[in-house]
C-alpha cells in the first residue's frame, strides 16, 4: 500500500531479459532497510525488489505487468517516481494507492499557469467513471488533484496541476507531450462504481 508521496526519483542503470524484463533502478533509498522482498512503487506500479546493492535494486516485471503499464518503454536513463510501501503508522499524505496500474493515459498538453504547469492527459472513455472534478488519481506513481474532466464520445481528458514542489520533486519535469502515464484511480470510486454496476 502506498499514499501516492514521490519520495525519490530513480534512474533505470540497466533493462536485461527478452520477455520478462529485469531493471535495475538506482535510488537514494537507504538501502540498507529495504529487504529482499519488499515493495516499492515504480512509477506508480508496485514491483518487488530481487537484489540490491548499496545505491539500486532490481525488479522483474512480468509480460502481463508490461502490457498493462508503460514498463515497456524505459529504457537506461529513464527517471522513476519512486515510493517504498507504507508503514503502520505512517502519515497518509496522499490518497490510498495499490500500484495497480488501471491503464494507460496519454499526456496531450502542458500549459504555464504562472509557477505551476497545468499538464492534461487522456485516458480511455470506458474509464470516464473513475474520474471527477476535484478527485484525486495516482500519474505514474504521484497522488495528484484533477483539476477538470472534459469528455467525448471516444475518449476523456483531465487536467491537473504540476505546482513547483511537485515539479522539482518527481520525474514530471522530464515528461512530454505524447508520452504514456500509467494511472491509477482512486480505490474509493472503483469500489462506488462496483456498487452502482450491481444495481
Known amino acids: 500500500m502506498f499514499t ?3 519520495t525519490d526519483v530513480g534512474e533505470v542503470t540497466s533493462v536485461s ?3 520478462d524484463l529485469r531493471f535495475v533502478i538506482s535510488t537514494g533509498f537507504d538501502l540498507k532497510t529495504v529487504d529482499i522482498g519488499a515493495s516499492i512503487a515504480c512509477g506508480g506500479v508496485c514491483l ?3 537484489e540490491k546493492t548499496t545505491d539500486s535494486f532490481s525488479v522483474d516485471v512480468s509480460q502481463e ?3 498493462v503499464t508503460g514498463l515497456g518503454a524505459w529504457k ?3 527517471q522513476i517516481n519512486l515510493e517504498r510501501s507504507l508503514k503502520l503508522g505512517d502519515e497518509l499524505g496522499g490518497h490510498i494507492v495499490t500500484g495497480h496500474v488501471d491503464c494507460l493515459g496519454q499526456i496531450t498538453k502542458f500549459d504555464d499557469i504562472g509557477q505551476s504547469i497545468r499538464m492534461d492527459i487522456s485516458i480511455p472513455a470506458d474509464f470516464r467513471h ?3 472534478p476535484k478527485g484525486s488519481v495516482c500519474v505514474d506513481g ?3 488533484t484533477v483539476n477538470t474532466v472534459e469528455d467525448t464520445e471516444d475518449k476523456t481528458q483531465f487536467s491537473i496541476n504540476l505546482i513547483p514542489h511537485t515539479q522539482a520533486v518527481t520525474s ?3 515528461s512530454k507531450v505524447g508520452d504514456a502515464v500509467n494511472i491509477e484511480f482512486d480505490i474509493l470510486a472503483r469500489y462506488v462504481a462496483r456498487l452502482q454496476d450491481k444495481g
Open 76 to 78: 537506461k536513463g529513464s
Open 172 to 174: 514530471f519535469s522530464n
Open 65 to 67: 505487468t508490461l502490457r
Open 17 to 19: 531479459g527478452d520477455s
Open 130 to 132: 473513475l474520474i471527477a
Open 48 to 50: 518487488t525488489v530481487v
Open 142 to 144: 504521484a497522488s495528484l
Open 4 to 6: 501516492g508521496i514521490v
